[in-house]
């Protein structure tokens, strides 16, 4: 009578089949790692098979949390509301209020109290995953059998006693559906909220698989959430930077960026590992594996300081280095008053600026400040530096993204 | 008591505690502003249009994007329930759909949409969808055959049957399905928003957020809340002219 698993679902293969063999052909005729093919996805998910794994564990184990904080403490609410109708009626109305807000809604809120850690995101997906639950349990337990009640009390057991013998087993089985509803969406939420709240974990993965231009791993990030169950930052400043100036090194920029693209991929591929990994390169910094690095930061800047480590220094390579725009801006009726006028008249002054030379090691904006002299050895005036050409990137961003993928992601 | 008395003396009370703990000091007042601070920061992006701007962007968005759901699933679930092998076809696809969080797609729709209303509009589809079809194409399927026979007996053609006899028995559950599937796509208008938006109440709450304004976030989040209450009643109201016979059916069976 029933057909077998196997005819069931053969017609669905085959769509499946002819759908992956167009996206395949479509992608050949495209052309653009911006549209990366099924084999492409394929490739990229046996490279980066073990750390997807170990970031969707991360992923999993959120939303496991979230999902069980829920279990262990709706469920008994659920059925203490369905049973003691006086408060019940009370609450219930919170309830009302609170089930429309969408479950991401709330990140902002979770980050204010929690910041960006896992914990923030345990509470974003024991928010979303309450609801289900809660409401199975009170669901289940108002509509129970009248006559379960009657012969609870004419066995004489008490509130508690009704509540752990009758209406906890009653209520399992409508239980079993919302925990069904709240795996998904646990799944869900851990998911965007990674995205959101980006630290690690499988939605981490997919947004930096954007930052990076490489669309094929975020496809196959996407096939591994798929199999289980972005805050798009296009103008990636630093690698922007670094493609102009590694195209400069054969007189090239970002308006003729091939030389750039093509060392960029000599760097991805020869390199010392730096790609994929630029924390690893401070390490290497102090146990002197290392010499140079185009990294700037405050890391390094305090290796500078630490006396146990070998002489470190900026220095800027005759080539030259980039003007790197920044701003400060006070925000419109600051419940502060006039101090974020005052704090960036301060920031701007002659005694901070002297002091932003010192110890940061760079050319301050106000000319009244003295420079030390062994910063100014190091640090080219602004009117040495190179710019990068923003708007021309603006304008030729997919022109660019199309050849960085095509020469550096290949 | 009158429920309405009940459930806003509820609500009533809650705010007054709200009131009271914000304004005892035992968390920090920035990042638990008290009730008066937020209806007072909330009034003032209504007075600046920031608010209004942003909530008629994302329901605009929401509404478009579950008006083609609506279209989209329940017209393919109908073709579906006359053709199962298209049924059987689709089968594997919606379940891989259902899988995959609408939110991981944001940053790949992006380069194959733009930063378009398009983007917005396709990943609220995408979310909405698998429910929208899968609750028809059930309804549609399991409608009683003792309709279908009788149907069949009136000498009703195929469409008659279908626009007649199984479309409406199928409603109550279309809509039900519909309710989620709506709940579905303000979560994926807002999360899109946040992920890619430069507009948008889920912009508007990320924004505000980043930049610690506190009581303005609490306002959005208020008004977030509100849109899921106007889609449900929006919902319930369109059911009534198409599955009001259910409800009608209900109280005939209670009252006996």
Known sequence: MSPSRFQLAWPGVLLLMLLLGAWEVAARFVDSANFPGVMAVAIALRNTWSSLWQEMGITLMRAGAGLLLALVTMLPLGIFIGRVRAIGDFIEPLFDLLRPLPPLAIVPLAMLFAGVGSTAKILVIFYSVSFPILLGAVDAVRSAHPMLGNVARSLRLSRREIMLQIDLPAALPQVVVGIRIGVALALLVSVSAEMLLSTDGIGTLIVRAQEQFRIANGLAALAVIALTALAINITYNSSVYTLDALASLKGGGIRKPEAGLEAMYQLRTRGPGLWDQESIAVGWLKSGEIWATPYFSGNVLAMMRDPDLADLRFCVPSEGGYALPMSVTRVVNPSAGDQPERFINHMLGVEAQEAWARIGNARPVNKKARVPDEVAATVPTADKLRNVDWGFFAEQRSAIVDQWNKVVNR | ?256
């Open chain 2, 1 to 256: 008591m009158n429920p309405i008395i009940k459930k806003a003396t509820a609500i009533g009370c809650c705010l007054v505690a709200w009131e009271c703990i914000a304004r005892s000091g035992w968390v920090p007042r920035e990042y638990f502003p008290a009730v008066t601070d937020v209806v007072l920061a909330g009034a003032e992006m209504v007075r600046s249009g920031e608010l209004l701007q942003a909530e008629g962007q994302t329901l605009l968005r929401a509404l478009t994007g579950l008006f083609i759901t609506v279209l989209l699933g329940v017209g393919l679930a109908v073709i579906a329930a006359q053709l199962p092998l298209l049924g059987r076809m689709l089968a594997p696809l919606v379940e891989i759909m259902r899988s995959i969080p609408p939110a991981a797609l944001v940053p790949l729709a992006i380069f194959a949409l733009g930063l378009t209303p398009k983007l917005f509009i396709g990943i609220i589809v995408f979310a909405a969808f698998s429910t929208v079809y899968l609750t028809a194409l059930n309804a549609l399927i399991n409608v009683e055959p003792v309709q279908v026979n009788a149907a069949r007996t009136m000498g009703y053609s195929r469409l008659e049957t279908l626009l007649r006899v199984r479309l409406p028995a199928a409603m109550p559950s279309i809509f039900s399905g519909l309710r989620v599937a709506a709940g579905a796509a303000l979560i994926a208008s807002v999360a899109s928003e946040m992920l890619a938006g430069k507009d948008g109440l889920g912009y508007l709450l990320y924004d505000t957020a980043f930049s610690l304004r506190t009581q303005e976030m609490f306002a959005a989040l208020f008004v977030a809340a509100l849109n899921g209450i106007i889609f449900n009643q929006l919902i319930l109201w369109m059911r009534r002219p198409f599955a009001g016979w259910q409800d009608s059916l209900n109280r005939l069976g209670d009252s006996r």
